[in-house]
């Protein structure tokens, strides 16, 4: 049994090379839908399965898009969110939570043409022992 509670939703984000994988979960975690989209030819793609009887599969595309298009990199978002018994009012509130989780992760992001710049002029910046 799992007791709506907004502050259980967390956003985890894995580097995978300059790609990112999104994990969202929040009250009893699963997984329930998973997008992964790419930047191919100026436009992006992807696609989205889920499990059947699981609802996250719009939120989960909607965050993943969003990414991808931000960062332009290949962008994965998995994503299980589960609380008993909620409201219209609830699960508004808990799409409100997981795309405000996201869009400030984005917001700490580096410009991705800034980045690309920086890469192509060699100012990957300094490692550790350097």
Known sequence: MSTYDLKSIRLEVIDAGLDKVFLVTGG???IGAVSTFYVEQ???SGTTV???GHKEQELC???ARKACLQLKVTVTVIMGIH???ITRMQIDEIVQTAERLMDEHLNMMPDPTQLSVELQEGQTGKTIDE
């Open 28 to 30: 009893q975690a699963h």
């Open 42 to 44: 100026e436009r992006v």
């Open 50 to 52: 889920h499990i059947p």
């Open 61 to 63: 595309e909607r965050l």
């Open 83 to 85: 609380f008993d018994s």
